[in-house]
């Protein structure tokens, strides 16, 4: 009996054409989410330069006001904490400075709770209004603060001085990065955030905080 050899029939599908079409609309569609992020943050920055000081509490605002108002009648400023607004009274101050044959007119801007980066940016703040007469600044330096209390930091005034220049200042104390130009973490500390223990947590949280500060600051 004669053997038949099945032979099964498959079909082989043609392979589908190249099509370049796909590849470019989604480079397209890319290049078009990258110009429109930088856009946004563009104009971001142009608005958070461009607008007047904003409405902080704790009377910072207040103080900035008046001192952009009177800022050439001024040639002696001090700012810092609650150190700064109850130990410098500027009519003593100027007394005995005009005493001893340097007369001053002097400027308190002492404000309850201001620490580095704050006053730091602050008093960027009053020199880019170029008070003509201003001859000497006294800042109130202390060890730059990376806390703030829970029930201040929903607050305006931990948000307004955010920018990038004092926010790498805190992520590199936080990663114990140093000042150097090249950025590197201390490892020790790259571990604790990644791996933190029930009871401390707070190098990430603050870390966390501070990225979304800046971008609050920007974007608002």
Known sequence: ??????????????????????RITVVRALTNSVICAAAFLVTCSFLHAVLPFPEIDGGVSQKFRFFAAHKDEFDTLFIGSSRIYFQIAPAIFDRVTRESGLPTHSFNFGIGGMYLPESGYLLEQILNLKPRNLRWVFIEYDELQTKWSPENQTS?????????????????????AGT??????????????????DDDKSTGSLLTFYVGQLEKNYTN
């Open 156 to 176: 305006r005034r931990a948000l307004y001085w955010a920018d990038w220049k004092r926010v790498s200042l805190l992520l590199r104390k936080l990663t114990d």
């Open 180 to 197: 150097d130009s090249v950025w590197l973490p201390n490892p020790a500390k790259l571990r604790e955030v990644m791996l933190p223990q």
């Open 1 to 22: 009996m004669p053997v038949r050899e099945h032979v099964s029939k498959v079909q082989i599908e043609p392979r589908a054409p190249h099509n370049p079409a796909g």
